[in-house]
């Protein structure tokens, strides 16, 4: 079964540092998405992207944050000037976008972010 | 804003089944979805629903959908000690860009 993947799982980078989280999304999915759990904590939306922009972001998307997709099959995440509050699990998600069972949102396993 | 609330915590006995509760504000909510997270793993699409359905079932699983109340449920039939995990309901919004607002997690524990 087709799966997102993210790389790396697990990073651990020191405060004021850019990190960049790496995610292959599912190859006919049109929708990506990154999603943040801090420990113990909801899942919370930062943002969706379609058709090369942003189409939607939530506070907690601010200028620190960016998405990018460089090429056909990579969608990342950077995060300039880590903070400890940064420190989370990071879900990169796709879905077709295409209605029905097509608005389904699969999630990768997760880049687990530890800022020291 | 959107809201999806869960009750914290269920323990079952192995063999009996789970029910796991989940309410939300949004009335125009199109898609309800149940997903799974075991212990530092990522989260696994268990099923969903389309607002227009009051039930789902697949294997193991019943899903309920009280549209009026904006109640949804996730039926666990002989509860196996692998159920254990936590279980996030979540809804998606209507008429956007298939924004997706998770619930607090239901931490279900299976004692043998």
């Known amino acids: 079964e087709p799966e997102v993947t993210q790389t790396p799982s697990h990073q651990v980078t020191q405060m004021g540092q850019e990190v960049i989280l790496r995610c292959v999304p599912i190859?006919?999915?049109?929708?990506f998405y990154w999603y943040r759990q801090i420990l113990g904590q909801k899942v919370e939306f930062l943002v969706s992207?379609?058709?090369?922009?942003?189409?939607?972001k939530s506070e907690i998307f601010d200028d620190q944050f960016s998405v990018e997709r460089p090429d056909g099959s990579n969608f990342t995440l950077k995060i300039r000037s880590t903070k400890l509050e940064d420190s989370a699990m990071y879900f990169c998600?796709?879905?077709?976008?295409?209605?029905?069972?097509?608005?389904?949102?699969?999630f990768g396993e997760g880049s687990w972010l530890t800022v020291v | 804003g959107e809201d999806v609330e869960q009750s914290l915590f269920l323990s079952v006995r192995e063999g009996d089944s789970s029910v796991i509760n989940c309410t939300y504000t949004?009335?125009?909510?199109?898609?309800l979805y149940w997903y799974k997270q075991e212990p530092g793993a990522g989260l696994q699409l268990l099923t969903y629903?389309?607002?227009?359905?009051d039930m789902k079932q697949d294997q193991r699983l019943t899903v309920l959908l009280n549209k009026k109340d904006k109640h949804l449920s996730l039926r666990i039939a002989d509860t196996q000690t692998g159920d254990s995990a936590i279980y996030f309901c979540?809804?998606?919004?209507?008429?956007?860009?298939?924004?997706?607002?998770f619930g607090t997690g239901t931490k279900l524990q299976v004692i043998p």
């Open positions: 998600a796709s879905s077709e976008g295409t209605g029905g069972s097509g608005n389904t949102i699969y």
């Open positions: 190859s006919n999915h049109l929708y």
């Open positions: 992207f379609y058709n090369n922009e942003i189409s939607e």
């Open positions: 949004d009335s125009s909510s199109t898609y």
């Open positions: 629903i389309f607002s227009n359905m």
């Open positions: 979540a809804e998606m919004e209507s008429g956007g860009y298939q924004k997706v607002t």
